[in-house]
């Protein structure tokens, strides 16, 4: 008897724990085949961000700076390679059906929130952690640099604390882009550049003005560049930055999952949804 | 009854502009009802409101007011199951560009939760269905127009809906490629009982295809029913003209029935009936009583469009 009733149970929970992995099967698919077919996205992995860290390494070569320096900086341009390289997938999820004008297909099937995060951040670690692999070889190869240093364990928090930077960034772009329509598809480019300033990809965080220090210390990068440093030889600004930046990055995540929600119940009575389909 | 749509005083207004806010208002209280395994038309102008009446009924836009039904469940209540039992294809069909057609099909079946072999069986059951085969391996933006309208039907039947939302499935299409889209339509309907819903500013394509359709004009339902029986509603018939020899007397149809209206001339007799086929004989017999010999008969059918116009005037 026991053993009868509990299986239909099972049976409804795998048969649904089946349909929701295959729902966030499908966003991995889409970027996975739209990043296979459009060179644009080869050059996102390869060109930009080698370039960007080949122009960075060889400027602190010329200005001679000592390795401790150097390894603040690398650390910093490495980071900001894999994390503008997992956003930009996160917010492709939404972007490329704004751009084919699809958009109203995949919200007419029974898909959530959810299934785009998790299907697109799939493949953002994919394409990210590609990017990380290249500039770390490169770090080493060109400059000396040993991006292992810290050990397993600092690096595989810092990444995923990275990875998870990158969800809130795509997902924030996901937001506005349900809200102000696609022209705001600029905010996938801009928002990582913003961080940039902020964050103390290049510099200390300790050296900007006051105003900029308070919208650091909201930023989670802050704190995962600051936890990884920290084994550079570079102590901490701020206490406990995993800590702080674990729960920063946690909090984000849950307001954008909400805040997705709700912009996309606004764009549904605004008749935006579909005016991004026409 | 059961019905597949009830729609009761739906009401939406779009408002825009950040600044001088703009009203425009598209549905001002529809009332509708599509029973259970119909094929229905919305004919409208363009503007009239039938995509909105459609975005609505897909859930890809919330009513300011008014209560939708579909499928026994209320719209606002069960969204998220009704997603999985409907679905909606539209006309200037829109897919991932880099996709090709097996890709687009394999990516949307994902999103219905499909599995792998099912997946695969369905996607080449579609394909089959809708002469895609040969272009399984082509990406979206190489496909001419009438394939990619194909592969936006194909998408639609993803889910095995029970109601099948249709937004101007023929348009931009040449007529030939428009008739066996058509054809398909038609098909799916027989042949799979689903429930169609049918936006279209053709009133020759909703003649054919539909058993009943509804008239939006400037957001409201003018008018609904058969064609037959809109024709009827708004007293257009079919128009007879004859041109004959010998005298025929003005009011010699005036006993007969389904007669709209006649005028009677010199050699020509111009009559409005309600419909020719059950009328021709009788008048016909008339004329031979009267020794009346007919020349050369002309008939006009009424059609949608003039019921429309009618309707809307």
């Keep these: ?87 930009l997938d996160v917010a492709y999820v939404l972007l490329y059906d704004v751009w084919s004008k699809a958009i109203k297909h995949g919200f007419i099937a029974p898909v959530g929130v959810r299934h785009l995060l998790l299907g697109s951040l799939v493949m953002g670690v994919v394409r990210g952690g590609t ?48 809200v102000f329509g696609n022209r705001a598809d600029v905010a996938a480019w801009s928002l990582v550049s913003l961080m940039l300033l902020i964050c103390g990809i290049y510099y200390p965080v300790t050296i900007l003005p006051h105003w900029a220090i308070f919208a650091a210390q909201v930023i989670p990068l802050t704190y995962f560049l600051e936890y990884f440093r920290q084994f550079y030889g570079f102590p901490p600004v701020f206490s406990d930055p995993l800590i702080k930046g674990y729960a920063l990055v946690l909090v984000y995540l849950f307001l954008e999952i909400v805040g997705m929600g709700l912009a996309l119940r606004r764009a549904k009575r605004t008749g935006l949804l579909l005016k991004l389909s026409e | 009854m059961e019905y597949a749509v009830k729609v009761q005083n739906l009401k939406k207004t779009f408002i825009s502009g950040w600044w001088r806010k703009r009203r425009v208002e598209v549905l001002r209280g529809v009332d509708l009802e599509v029973p259970k395994g119909a094929f ?91 002469q895609l085969t040969d272009f399984a391996g082509v990406r979206f933006d190489e496909l001419s127009t009438g394939s990619k309208q194909k592969l936006s039907l194909s998408k639609a039947l993803l889910n095995d809906p029970e109601l099948l939302l249709l937004d101007e499935p023929t348009v931009g299409l040449d007529p030939d490629v428009a008739r066996r889209l058509r054809e398909h339509i038609r098909s799916l309907h027989r042949d799979r ?79 409005v009936v309600d419909d020719h086929h059950a009328r021709l004989p009788q008048i016909l017999d008339l004329l031979h009583r009267c020794r009346i010999s007919v020349h050369d008969l002309q008939i006009q059918e009424t059609d949608l469009e003039d019921v429309f116009i009618a309707a809307t005037k």
């Design chain 1, 1 to 87: 008897m026991t053993f009868r009733s509990r299986r239909p149970i099972w049976k409804m929970f795998s048969s649904r724990l089946q349909s929701e992995c295959i729902k966030t099967q499908a966003f991995v698919f889409k970027n996975w085949v739209m990043a296979k077919r459009n060179i644009f996205t080869l050059f996102e992995i390869l060109f930009w961000p080698v370039v960007g860290f080949l122009s960075v390494g060889l400027l602190t070569e010329f200005a001679g700076l000592a390795p401790q320096m150097k390894a603040f900086i690398l650390v910093g341009v490495v980071s900001m390679g894999s994390v503008q390289v997992c956003q």
């Design chain 1, 131 to 178: 990017v990380l692999l290249i500039l770390m070889g490169a770090s080493q190869s060109f400059f000396g640099f040993n991006f292992l240093l810290p050990g397993s364990g600092p690096l595989l928090l810092f990444t995923l604390g990275l990875f998870l930077c990158a969800a809130t960034i795509g997902m924030l772009v996901c937001i506005l882009v349900l």
């Design chain 2, 40 to 130: 229905w038309g919305v004919l409208g102008s363009n503007g009239a409101g039938k995509t909105t009446f459609l975005s609505i009924l897909s859930n890809l836009l919330t009513p300011d007011e008014g209560e939708v039904r579909i499928l026994g469940e209320d719209l606002r209540t069960g969204a998220k199951r009704l997603r999985e039992r409907i679905n909606l294809s539209s006309g200037h069909a829109n897919f991932l560009w880099s996709m090709t057609v097996r890709d687009n099909l394999n990516y949307y079946a994902m999103l219905y939760g499909l599995p792998r072999k099912r997946r695969k069986e369905k996607v080449d059951e579609l394909l089959h269905l809708f």
């Design chain 2, 193 to 271: 009982g689903v429930t169609i819903l049918m936006t279209t500013h053709n009133m020759k394509e909703a003649e054919a295809l539909c058993e009943r359709v509804a008239l939006i004009h400037e957001g409201v339902v003018k008018a609904c029913g058969s064609p037959q029986q809109l024709k009827k509603e708004f007293g257009l018939g079919d128009s007879v003209r004859l041109s004959f020899q010998g005298i025929l007397p003005p009011s010699a149809f005036e006993r007969l029935e389904g007669i709209y209206s006649y005028q009677v001339g010199d050699s020509i007799c111009r009559l």
